[in-house]
């Protein structure tokens, strides 16, 4: 028996397609340095990767000194491993924030598995492509947080789905999360949407549905029939 459930699920989720460069860079200048620095780099790092952007690109876009960017950020590795660290925790709030809800079960594990898939798709090939060639040290601090703080999370959510009877119990919980992550990152992006007439919320509905239906029990996919995902 499912411990709980709810006929009309939904779940509200903003999928970034682009960016208006302007409107951003208007509020980046309107911060204090240290974080208009990495405001500016978080943007250029996740789009373009890391490697081909200079610390010097990066203060004569902000209109700082040389030595007030250095003052921050000696090297552009300490500026990346900053982001990543950042961006990290911030997720790993949010995983938190999500699963202590009140609400529905199957709800929270959808929300949680959403998230994931959406924060490896922002953080960008090219970025993460750097990482694994250019800061390895960074890339193994940075996957090793993700397995014991994030993807553990999710998988032990998924444990629990199978036994409450909402995921058949044949199913592997780090295939689905890898699915799941896999699929939005090669798919809801701005280049990939730009060639092909699907909206984000086309292609969010159907990865999630297909993969999510698929892991669900009989009993549980009869009370999924009407989940929804809003893209807003």
């Known amino acids: 028996m499912i411990m709980e459930t709810e ?6 989720i903003l999928i970034e397609v682009g960016i208006d460069n302007g409107v951003v860079m208007e509020e980046i200048l309107e911060k204090e ?9 978080q943007n250029r790092f996740f789009a373009n990767g890391f490697n081909k952007v200079t610390l010097d690109e990066l203060s004569g876009e902000l209109g700082i000194s040389k030595k007030t960017m250095y003052k921050f950020f000696p090297s552009k590795e300490d500026l990346v491993k900053t982001i990543v660290h950042m961006t990290l925790r911030s997720a790993q709030k949010e995983v ?18 959403l998230f994931m898939g959406k924060m490896t798709s922002r ?4 970025f993460l492509n750097d990482m694994q060639r250019f800061a390895p040290t960074i890339w193994k601090e940075a996957d090793e947080f993700r397995r014991v703080h994030l993807l553990s999370k999710v998988i032990s959510m998924i444990h629990q789905a199978k036994q409450e009877h909402v995921f058949r119990n044949d ?13 939005i990152q090669n798919i809801v992006t701005p280049d990939v949407l730009s060639q092909h007439s699907f909206s984000p919320k086309d292609a969010m509905y159907t990865i999630f549905h297909v993969i999510f239906e698929g892991a669900l029990t009989e009993e549980a996919r009869k009370e999924f029939l009407n989940y929804e995902i809003i893209i807003l």
Do not use: Y
Request: with cysteine; aromatic share 2%.
């Open 7 to 12: 006929k009309n699920i939904k779940v509200s």
């Open 33 to 41: 340095p240290k974080e208009r620095i990495l405001d500016l780099a």
């Open 96 to 113: 938190e924030r999500i699963t202590l809800q009140e609400k529905p079960f199957v709800h929270r594990l959808a929300e949680v598995m």
């Open 123 to 126: 953080l960008g090939r090219p």
């Open 171 to 183: 199913v592997n919980e780090e295939v689905i999360v890898m699915m799941l992550t896999a699929c």
